[in-house]
């Protein structure tokens, strides 16, 4: 661990020897009901496959659950097929399977380098602007302070401070120097709120790379900030009009390149899905979040955080603050999803509360789907949130019960927007504003002087222009 003041880097949570193990393994169980999704190309693969029900199967997912024991200390996250329990894997077709056998072995070997570490710590340090301070927010604390005078006390993990105002330039960052070891150099990225496509075009920027994000038509429109900035430092940006036109789509466009364009391309995807070894690498390279808070708490009041908060729409912030404190069980973690117009509407982004397990863009994990196995439509204000899956590993800590998840609807998301930027100063992302507005229902249920660290992974600018249309200040 890197001493106060110093960027950390990262270390795979898999031993080395597990690489050398062909990932290529037979699906654990049946998996009837498959369905491509519709799409105009002939590289269609975007697939989803709704689970069966049947008992049998039930019974021998739930002996597999209880084989893996209550201690996380024992658990495999991943295992040496990237799995994390039944989730995760490569469900990918074979064009794909090389370029993810050649980026997992070049992950260890890079974690490993001295040269690699010593650069990415000093780009973290130096361009990104880290280690984000662990602000006390006195202000909101005594806002959650009960009649009594107890309460707990709130501490936010200031990622919006990073260079391009969100966690996701962690990830951006290590992977583009990973894509330079492999003598990549045209990179592809999809993008959703337009932050991880405006990180991934700055470190093109940076070090020189050709770089093309995939976005949805429709998160063009309420991004136009964030699809400004990106073409400023020389991105291309392709919009997707198939499907929703959301975050979904575009991903499965980003993959479709990827298939076409695996030798010269290297796709940084933004967040912990997709296939083996996507999930544990980029929750890896976000892990400093967590490595910090934990240093950072420490000088702070001497101990652990008591619980932990972040947003949910992938997983990439959540799991970079959760990793760090998996085995510490007296530590709570607490996800948050979207529930869009709630969660009886059938418009949100829920997955982990109201999606079935299936397949989708190369990973088993929770879906939004009907029982046909077809995507459901997910909705969110928030772009980055609006997605139909989640990260294999969160729906594994879901089925272990290591980590909570609860939803906020976008109302609610509004008010903590605008409560927030009241009491501290501080412009939230709507993303970050679900996380934020969970602390109404959790808060009065905490002991007075719990610590609650809250991930605010991301600043608000870029949301603006949606709020305006919603709110009046």
């Known amino acids: 661990?890197?001493?106060?003041?110093?960027?950390?880097?990262?270390?795979?949570?898999?031993?080395?020897?597990?690489?050398?193990?062909?990932?290529?393994?037979?699906?654990?169980?049946?998996?009837?009901?498959?369905?491509?999704?519709?799409?105009?190309?002939?590289?269609?693969?975007?697939?989803?496959?709704?689970?069966?029900?049947?008992?049998?199967?039930?019974?021998?997912?739930?002996?597999?659950?209880?084989?893996?024991?209550?201690?996380?200390?024992?658990?495999?996250?991943?295992?040496?097929f990237g799995r994390f329990g039944k989730f995760g894997g490569k469900y990918v077709p074979e064009t794909l399977m090389h370029a993810l056998s050649e980026l997992e072995t070049a992950f260890y070997s890079l974690a490993t380098d001295d040269d690699f570490q010593r650069e990415l710590a000093g780009i973290l340090k130096d361009y990104v602007g880290r280690e984000s301070p662990l602000y006390f927010a006195e202000r909101l604390t005594e806002h959650y302070r009960r009649e009594n005078g107890e309460g707990p006390l709130i501490y936010l993990k200031r990622e919006d401070l990073n260079h391009t105002g969100a966690h996701k330039i962690n990830n951006a960052v290590a992977q583009a120097l990973l894509a330079k070891r492999l003598g990549k150099k045209r990179i592809i990225a999809e993008t959703g709120a337009g932050q991880h496509g405006v990180a991934t075009a700055t470190v093109c920027a940076r070090f020189g790379l050709q770089c093309i994000i995939y976005m949805g038509a429709q998160d063009m429109e309420r991004q136009a900030l964030n699809v400004f900035r990106m073409r400023l430092l020389g991105a291309e940006v392709r919009g997707v009009h198939s499907g929703t036109a959301t975050l979904k789509d575009a991903t499965s466009e980003a993959i479709r390149d990827w298939v076409t364009n695996v030798e010269t391309t290297h796709y940084i995807l933004g967040s912990v899905a997709g296939p083996h070894p996507y999930p544990m690498m980029v929750r890896d390279f976000h892990a400093v979040i967590g490595k910090e808070t934990r240093r950072q708490a420490m000088e702070k009041w001497g101990g652990k955080p008591d619980v932990l908060v972040a947003c949910v729409g992938g997983g990439s912030n959540a799991m970079g603050l959760f990793h760090e404190f998996v085995d510490d069980t007296e530590v709570r973690m607490i996800g948050v999803e979207a529930a869009g117009f709630g969660l009886d509407s059938g418009k949100h982004a829920a997955t982990l509360t109201k999606g079935d397990v299936g397949v989708l863009h190369g990973a088993m994990s929770y879906l939004l789907q009907d029982d046909d196995g077809q995507i459901i439509e997910p909705h969110s204000i928030s772009a980055g949130l609006d997605y139909p899956g989640v990260g294999p590993e969160h729906s594994f800590l879901k089925d272990m019960g290591r980590a909570e998840y609860y939803s906020v609807t976008d109302e609610e998301a509004l008010e903590a927007f605008k409560r927030v930027s009241r009491l501290e100063g501080i412009i939230p992302a709507l993303e970050t504003s679900h996380a934020l507005a969970h602390l109404e229902k959790l808060c009065p249920t905490l002991p007075d002087g719990a610590r609650v660290v809250l991930n605010f992974s991301g600043r608000g600018d870029k949301d603006v222009q949606t709020a305006i249309k919603y709110l009046e200040v």
């Open 1 to 80: 661990m890197a001493t106060s003041g110093t960027a950390s880097t990262f270390r795979p949570s898999v031993s080395a020897s597990s690489r050398l193990t062909h990932l290529r393994s037979s699906p654990p169980f049946k998996v009837p009901n498959f369905t491509p999704l519709p799409s105009s190309r002939s590289h269609s693969f975007s697939v989803s496959c709704t689970i069966a029900k049947d008992p049998t199967f039930l019974m021998a997912e739930a002996e597999k659950t209880k084989a893996a024991g209550s201690d996380p200390t024992l658990w495999k996250r991943p295992d040496s």
